[in-house]
């Protein structure tokens, strides 16, 4: 007998995803495996079967939001057609089997490294109609033999290593993704050329520790060179690193390679060695602004951003104005400001109550929303004048007739649609004539008269 399409498919998928960029490509392979097991995948959550929630764990603001959502999704289990319900990434992987307790909605329960098995287990619960678990962390998935379903564009991800084997005292990520581990540069670089292939300008190569990448004898700065080399690609990003692994051969590769961005994301955290000894983030406030030097020197022109988190526990005033005094010497192009979020399982949570009241993490973070603000605001006005290189990503999303574009260092930048000249992946030049804090505005330079 000829099966029709429609008679093979295993039901549509409609799949949600909080969190970071690696919780983002972890839906696109989740999507992949899914299609490859006959499930159409939907972007309407009214004609679904199954709904997934890709969760994230960092703060708890990001638990907050996916109970609301799980609320938001009880009336499912009411009507005849009975949608099945699944949670995954980090948030499911860190509550375990607390989750299952508190809210009896979910049918899948399913970590980091379960993805494979989600065709399996949406079987399980249509043929038994019990919930599924599987919160198994693996030292060798790395999911290199799935290649992600993604949405065509100018931008992709690819995650070149997976877990965290840091243990930042506050940080809930090694027990969500485990244990690090990298994909083997040939798979990358392959992928990579695939990307290319399908049209996409720029690969943003992703790792909870990205440069701490090991596979067979090669490091990052091996990896960065290898996906530079691909032809056709534009650009290559990274995020994010941790400030412990910045050998001068990778800042060698990023100097001497034009497709590598100019723009490192350097998470500080804090400002104060008692605080950052706490954290155990292995470094401290003058080999921190030591890097940022170094990295300045070696790399012209490049963009600085950066990670802060306030009252992390027992952090007084004083050690919070080292916090600031750090950030007024380096002059980030900008920052992600965060206050402390005591998270189950983590070193902190088990050692270091959180302590530092709410009025004062809300008073410290104002304050460095405020600073950040203004040294936005003058590394974009440094910009002013400039003709710089843009890679169109797509319509302005407040007006139409706009292109939205990144520089190098990651700033946006909005210009005229001059009409039939541009189009979306394309690297042009584009002159600066004004900056806000969040946004640079342009203007495609006249073309020549014998152009
Ligand atoms: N509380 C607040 N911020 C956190 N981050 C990570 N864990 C926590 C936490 N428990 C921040 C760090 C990290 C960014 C991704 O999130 O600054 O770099
Ligand atoms: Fe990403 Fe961390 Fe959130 Fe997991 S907990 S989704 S790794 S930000």
């Keep these: 007998m000829i099966e029709t399409k429609k008679e093979k498919q295993a039901g549509k998928v409609y799949l949600e995803t909080y969190g970071c960029q690696m919780n983002e490509y972890d839906s696109e392979l989740v999507k992949s495996i899914l299609a490859s097991s006959d499930y159409e995948v939907t972007t309407r959550e009214d004609e679904a079967d199954v709904i997934l929630l890709n969760t994230c764990a960092i703060r708890e603001n990001a638990h907050g939001k996916i109970y609301a959502r799980l609320g938001d999704l009880k009336h499912l289990k009411n009507g005849d057609h009975r949608v099945i319900v699944g949670l995954l990434g980090c948030m499911a992987q860190n509550l375990r089997g607390n989750l299952e307790r508190s809210d009896c909605v979910v049918d899948i329960y399913a970590g980091p490294d379960s993805y494979k098995r989600l065709p399996a287990m949406i079987d399980a619960v249509r043929r038994t109609g019990r919930k599924e678990f599987d919160f198994n962390l693996s030292e060798f998935e790395d999911y290199s033999d799935v290649y992600p379903k993604r949405v065509p564009g100018v931008n992709s991800w690819i995650a070149v290593m997976r877990g965290c084997d840091n243990f930042c005292t506050f940080c809930v990520v090694p027990y969500t993704r485990g244990r690090e581990r990298s994909r083997s540069l040939d798979s990358v670089v392959k992928e990579a050329e695939r990307l290319v292939a399908e049209g996409f300008k720029q690969v943003t190569l992703l790792g909870q520790n990205v440069n701490s990448y090991r596979s067979n004898g090669t490091d990052f700065a091996d990896l960065m060179a290898a996906v530079a080399n691909v032809e056709g690609l534009e650009r290559v990003r990274f995020t994010s690193p941790h400030p412990k692994d910045f050998p001068e051969k990778f800042l060698k590769v990023m100097a001497e390679n034009d497709k590598i961005c100019n723009h490192v994301h350097l998470p500080l955290q804090a400002g104060s060695d008692r605080v950052l000894d706490m954290m155990a983030r292995t470094y401290t406030k003058k080999s921190f602004v030591a890097l940022v030097e170094k990295i300045r020197?070696?790399?012209?022109?490049?963009?600085?951003?950066?990670?802060?988190?306030?009252?992390?526990?027992?952090?007084?005033?004083?050690?919070?104005?080292?916090?600031?005094?750090?950030?007024e010497s380096v002059q980030f192009d900008s920052a992600f400001t965060f206050?402390?979020?005591?998270?189950?399982?983590?070193?902190?949570?088990?050692k270091f109550p959180d302590d530092v009241s709410e009025a004062q993490k809300t008073e410290r973070i104002v304050r460095l929303v405020e600073l950040q603000k203004s040294h936005s605001l003058k590394r974009n006005r440094q910009q002013v004048g400039k003709v710089v290189k843009v890679l169109i990503e797509g319509p302005s999303r407040k007006n139409a007739a706009d292109w939205m574009g990144r520089t190098d260092g990651n700033k946006i930048v909005i210009f005229e649609n001059s009409g039939e000249r541009d189009k979306e992946g394309q690297l042009i030049n584009v002159e600066i004539k004004n900056a806000t804090a969040h946004t640079l505005f342009g203007k495609r330079p006249a073309p020549h008269p014998n152009y």
């Design 297 to 327: 020197k070696m790399v012209p022109d490049v963009a600085l951003t950066t990670d802060v988190i306030v009252g992390f526990p027992t952090e007084t005033d004083a050690e919070f104005e080292e916090t600031v005094e750090v950030m």
């Design 339 to 350: 206050k402390y979020s005591e998270r189950q399982n983590t070193i902190a949570y088990r």
